[in-house]
């Protein structure tokens, strides 16, 4: 599901109910798997000629998403973004500092990212002089 662009989620139940509303990922156990869920979260039909055009300018585009790499790898097809190198947020967290830094340039797919991670990579390419636009 996740080749094809889907979004996946699996859908669980459990017996044992807090009084209180309040989980942890402590209580993501001894549960019944229901099934799982996929939906779709197409491109906007306006990405391909935009992503055409900023190539066209000489504009390098990355992305960087907190979605998994195989889903964000059939959008970057979708919308004419060839993929050559792929980061996730579990390796960036291993790297250095300086290790990253020299990751960013040839790097065009960050995925599997928290916020802070995406800052960090903005920051990093601005520091090398880079002018950085960003969405999202």
Do not use: W
Not at 27 to 45: Q, R, S, V
Not at 85 to 110: C, K, P, W, Y
């Amino acid at each position: 599901m996740n080749k094809q662009g889907m979004r996946v989620l699996a859908v669980a139940v459990k017996k044992d109910v807090h009084k209180e509303a309040v989980y942890s990922v402590e209580d993501e156990k001894e549960m019944t798997l229901i099934g799982f869920m996929g939906f779709l979260d197409p491109a906007k039909e306006s990405a391909v000629s935009a992503i055409r055009s900023l190539h066209e300018h000489g504009v390098n585009v990355k992305v960087l998403t907190g979605d998994n790499d195989i889903v964000a790898k059939k959008v970057c097809k979708d919308v004419g973004i060839e993929v050559s190198h792929v980061l996730l947020g579990s390796q960036i967290e291993a790297m250095t500092d300086e290790e990253l830094r020299e990751q960013v340039e040839e790097t065009n797919l960050f995925a599997k990212l928290n916020p802070m991670q995406k800052s960090k990579i903005i920051e990093l390419l601005q520091a090398k002089g880079h002018t950085v636009g960003f969405m999202g």
